[in-house]
């Protein structure tokens, strides 16, 4: 299987910036497009941002501009930086990667986080 493990949650000022860092391990396996999804209290979850394996990236009309995710392939890492933060982006995060492994005979799975919490607030 493919493992995910987040870093980088935590407590934050309006305005203020975190970096979330997701790390991807296992046996022999390729990863597809990877991404950040979110769910804050009461809402369904939704995609905030993702990457496919050659770079190309899409946000969420609300992070648009103020979010970056980025990938690192030889690292197997998925990051997003996020900016200017407010007190909707407060949620819990989840990486989230499709990936093909031998376990699954090459077909395509999704994996997840166990996610981590932002929160923005005074």
């Known amino acids: 299987q493919v493992q995910l493990v987040e870093s980088g949650g935590g407590l934050v000022q309006p305005g203020g910036s975190l970096r979330l860092s997701c790390l991807a391990s296992g046996s022999m396996y390729r990863l597809n497009t990877m991404a950040w999804y979110r769910q804050a209290p009461g809402k369904q979850r939704e995609l905030v941002a993702a990457?496919?394996?050659?770079?190309?990236?899409n946000y969420a009309d609300s992070v648009e501009g103020r979010f970056t995710i980025s990938r690192d392939n030889a690292k197997k890492t998925v990051s997003l930086q996020m900016n200017s933060l407010n007190s909707e982006d407060t949620a819990v995060y989840y990486c989230?990667?499709?990936?093909?492994?031998?376990?699954?005979?090459?077909?395509?799975?999704?994996?997840w986080g166990q996610g981590t919490q932002v929160t923005v607030s005074s």
């Open positions: 989230n990667a499709n990936a093909m492994s031998p376990g699954t005979n090459w077909s395509p799975r999704d994996y």
């Open positions: 990457i496919t394996s050659g770079g190309s990236r």
